[in-house]
DNA sequence: GGCTGGTATGTAACGGTATAACATTTCGAA
DNA sequence: TTCGAAATGTTATACCGTTACATACCAGCC
């Protein structure tokens, strides 16, 4: 619901076309690996998608019982975890909560950056940072199953003073 | 005193040795920063430093429990609030446990490669890795304020066929 | 149609992680 | 020595996530 300013990634979109795009590209993207977006996954995800913040599994509970009974936590993490696996959802470590992926279907490795002031999370694919954490880790003979990139801090429009600016 | 394991960082060192240089330089560090390290949380200090593996608080109490009683929790999250305030622990998001810091003392932005075969963590302190962090954030004009990189992965011991390679 | 097996959902209980609220003790400085 | 701040102790509770087991749904096949 809320939109942010100017660079931080997620702001001020059409956001019903943001997540009807999305839910389309998930249609697709499931049905291209034969696997079923039921009704109750698609409801997890729809939670996701109406914002760009992330949400704890029971607040997805939560808010899931608005209509209806409040599904148990096995519910929910069942369905995130096919999510995930099929790459519709990311799990934020440092939040304990999960997050709809900002660019389905394109394999990706994703880097975070999470507003404190407003919660917004903005998903980046930025391939020189993705390669700084590959050359840090061949230069010490690491092999990288899953690497982590979660940067807190303040987006733009959450930072006192200098607003609006954005430079690149 | 050859590294066996190539660079993999923590590997086959005088842990005895590392052990007491670490509390050492705790103890100077707490005396410069008029900080109390105090017995108790001395004692968590020891028991993270008793390998280069990440310790859940709990099993920290547990551990501590074998000579006495066995501390509550808050006893031990303060006592790692106020490690980690200092800088002689750091929390590791994805393991939700927590490491003694390899190299105290001297302010740094560290990463971690956590070996999800035998667990043992390797604490970097990547100039580029942090440079391309701080790069990746200025883009879209996010001001950082705790950035997590955490690689989960396998060592080169762990890592069966290609042993003691390291190329940097 | 009615099996049959795999996938998905439902239910209950529990274990691990972390904090809140409040009482007591310790310690250093006035 | 008294006083206030810091540290510790105790209890309860909230939040995150999993285990174990039961049931329902949905093919493909006889």
Chains 1, 2 share one sequence.
Do not use: K
Not at 14 to 39: F, G, K, N, Y
Not at 133 to 139: G, I, K, Q, S, T
Not at 142 to 161: D, K
């Amino acid at each position: 619901m809320t939109h942010a300013t100017a660079a931080f990634p997620e702001s001020r979109h059409d956001h019903a076309d943001c997540v009807e795009r999305t839910l389309a590209a998930a249609e697709r993207i499931c049905r291209d690996r034969q696997a079923r977006l039921t009704p109750q996954r698609r409801r997890v995800l729809e939670v996701l998608l109406a914002d760009h913040v992330a949400v704890g599994a029971y607040e997805i509970a939560d808010r899931l019982a608005e209509n209806g009974r409040r599904p148990a936590p096995t519910i929910i993490y069942r369905a995130l975890d096919f999510l995930i696996e099929v790459g519709l959802v990311h799990r934020l470590a440092s939040l304990n909560a999960f997050i709809a992926c900002g660019h389905p279907g394109s394999a990706h490795g994703a880097q975070f950056l999470i507003c404190n002031g407003c919660g917004l999370v903005a998903e980046i694919s930025d391939p020189r940072l993705a390669g700084a954490v590959a050359e840090a880790a061949r230069r010490v003979d690491f092999a990288v199953l899953r690497p982590i990139v979660e940067i807190t801090g303040r987006c733009p429009a959450c930072r006192p003073g200098l607003r609006g600016r954005g430079d690149a």
